[in-house]
């Protein structure tokens, strides 16, 4: 049973997040041959604040975010 976990800036609506789970979903079932019921998807989504790139937050990088 595959379990995918994303992580991800905060700020998508729950429309998007669903799409998100379920075309992962698809495609990992296409690509290794099992069933969709069987795939967990967990999604974890962190501010600006909590992620860095090269050290320096998000929140810095890309102010509003």
Same mark, same amino acid.
């Given at each position: 049973?595959?379990? =995918?976990? &994303? /992580?991800m800036?905060? #700020? +998508?609506?729950?429309?998007?997040?669903?799409?998100l789970?379920?075309? !992962? /979903?698809? %495609? /990992? %079932? *296409?690509?290794?041959? #099992?069933?969709?019921? +069987? =795939? +967990? &998807? @967990? !999604?974890?989504? &962190?501010? @600006? *604040?909590?992620? %860095? &790139? #090269? #050290?320096? @937050?998000?929140?810095? !990088? +890309?102010?509003?975010?």
């Open positions: 049973m595959p379990f =995918i976990q &994303v /992580t800036l905060e #700020g +998508r609506t729950v429309e998007q997040k669903h799409e789970m379920r075309r !992962l /979903t698809e %495609a /990992t %079932a *296409d690509v290794l041959g #099992g069933d969709p019921e +069987r =795939i +967990r &998807v @967990a !999604l974890y989504e &962190v501010n @600006a *604040d909590e992620w %860095a &790139v #090269g #050290g320096v @937050a998000m929140s810095v !990088l +890309r102010p509003g975010t």
